[in-house]
Structure formats: C-alpha cells, structure tokens
C-alpha cells in the first residue's frame, strides 16, 4: 500500500514537472508584456514612419510602401544645403542650453531663498511666484513684444534668452526638494562657518542631482520646442530657431516635399531624445524625492 502511495505520488511530481518545463518559457505576466508590446508598436509606429518617409520622393510616399526611399540624400541636401537646418539646430542648441543652465541655477537659488532665510513678505513671494505657473508665456506675449522691443532687444539672442531665466516651476521643485532635507544639515553647515552659498554648492548641490536633472529635461525640451515667440521677436535667419526652421520645409514649395519635411522633423527630435537619454535615470526619480533621501 506504501509502495502504491509513493509511485503515485512520484507520477504526480512528474507531470507537475513536465507542464511546468512546457510553460517555464513564458513570463508570468506574459499578457502584460503583449499589452506593454503592442503599446510600443502603436507609439513607435509614426517615428519609423516618418523615418521612412524622409528617404523617399513624393511619388514614392503616396505609394505608401514602408521600405527605405531612394531620395534620402536629396531630402538631405535640400533639408541641410538649401534651407540651412543645421544652422538653426545650433541656434537652438544654444539658446537652450544657455537657459536650461541659467534657470537652474537662478531656481537653485531662489530655492534656498526661500527655505533658508527668513524676510518679510516670503509667503506672499511665494505666492505670487505660483501663480506665475498659471499664466502661460501666450497670454503674456504681447506685453512682452512691446517691453523687448523699446529696451533695443529685438531680432537677438537676448529676446530668445533673458525673459525665459525665471522658473517658478524651479523655483517650487526646489523649494519643496529643500524642505525635505533635515535642517540639522543646515545648521552643522552654520557652526563650520559655510556662507549660503558654499552651503548650497558644496552641499546641496551634491545632494540635490536627481531634481537637476529633471528639470534640466523640461526645460530643455521646453525651449527647444518654443515657436511662437521666436517667430515674433526674430526677422531673417541668422538666429532663428529649429522650429521655425521647419516650418520653412512645409511652405516655401508650391507643391509640398514630404521627404525632407519628415526628415527635417526627424533630425530635429535628435537634440531632445540625446538630452533625455542621458538625463533619464535623474529624470524618473527626480520627482520622487523623498525625506529618506
């Protein structure tokens, strides 16, 4: 009767192994990988699309065949030669990273300002700073054409730069990123002798790179991305921006080339894919931040 027992038992334990060895090579959530699959396919589809398309002539787009053109190299020339989309990525490169390096510093800050010292009114500051966040550059636009222009500031560098520094969306991520730190760091800080500022970059700055980083990342993007303002303050090319530069692409033909539209915009999205791929890991846990940390 054991004996019967134990090759039961022995056969049971061999055909749990057997239909396990047959479903061993799924994941265990297998479903939410073909969910988390077919995602990527609907969102990726447009870049390979527009990847497609910027190789081709009109003639073959409207083919609609999803193979690599033959016009690649004269979309290339036309988008970089002829309408000079490399000089408008440098201008862009430049105004952005002059203004995602000088908003953060200035939010750095103004940061610390406002959780470290103690004047008259702070709230009030803070306030008002807030409510900046519900005001969009568009409603301001015509206030800021006009100041801009009587100062001598227009078709420059300093139109595109200046009125872009403050942050308030900074100037909140670190004020609540600093007021989670302990205040014992700030005063061990104190009794060294350490002035505000030796405070905030020899201490809160090494602390502080997840924030960083993540708002190096809007902010880049953001500017990168601006239009309507540079379409506004800047007449010629010189200093033009990579958005306005595109729009170039889409009008100046009677009859519109989607080869080079598509690749002017491919090349284009380079700059802030690069950004965001070096920046990604700060940029996840940058708003996570938390007391522990």
């Known amino acids: 009767m054991t004996s019967l027992s134990q090759e039961a038992i022995h056969e049971q334990s061999q055909a749990i192994a057997r239909a396990s060895s047959r479903t061993s090579w799924l994941p265990r959530f297998w479903y939410a990988h073909i969910v988390l699959i077919i995602s990527c396919i609907i969102i990726g589809f447009p870049l390979f699309y527009a990847m497609i398309v910027s190789t081709q002539t009109n003639a073959e787009v409207f083919r609609y ?11 290339w020339e036309k988008v970089m030669v002829e309408r000079n989309l490399g000089q408008f990525m440098l201008n862009s490169v430049f ?35 807030l409510l900046t966040l519900m005001m969009p550059t568009e409603i301001l636009v015509i206030a800021l ?84 303002w540079p379409v506004l303050i800047i007449q010629g090319s010189e200093r033009q921006v990579v958005q306005v530069g595109l729009r170039s ?36 846990s940058g708003f996570a931040l938390s007391r522990d940390k």
């Open 65 to 75: 065949q999803f193979m690599p053109g033959s016009s690649f190299l004269e979309n």
């Open 145 to 228: 054409f006009r100041f801009v222009n009587a100062i001598g500031w227009g078709n420059t560098y300093l139109a595109l730069i200046v009125p872009f520094l403050a942050s308030a969306t900074g100037t909140f991520l670190f004020r609540q990123h600093f007021a989670n730190i302990p205040a014992e760091l700030s005063e061990a800080a104190q009794l060294d002798g350490a002035n505000p500022l030796q405070f905030l970059f020899r201490i809160l700055v090494p602390i502080s790179w997840n924030a960083i980083g993540a708002l190096a990342v809007i902010q880049f993007v953001y500017v990168w991305n601006m239009y309507l």
């Open 95 to 129: 105004i952005a990273v002059t203004v995602t390096v000088g908003k953060t510093i200035l939010a750095l800050m103004s940061g610390l300002a406002f959780v470290y010292f103690r004047f008259p009114g702070k709230w009030i500051v803070f306030g008002f700073v």
């Open 249 to 284: 692409l889409a009008g100046g033909d009677a009859a519109l080339s989607y080869g080079p539209l598509m690749l002017g915009a491919v090349i284009a999205s380079i700059p802030p894919v690069v950004v965001f791929i070096l920046l990604q890991r700060q940029f996840m």
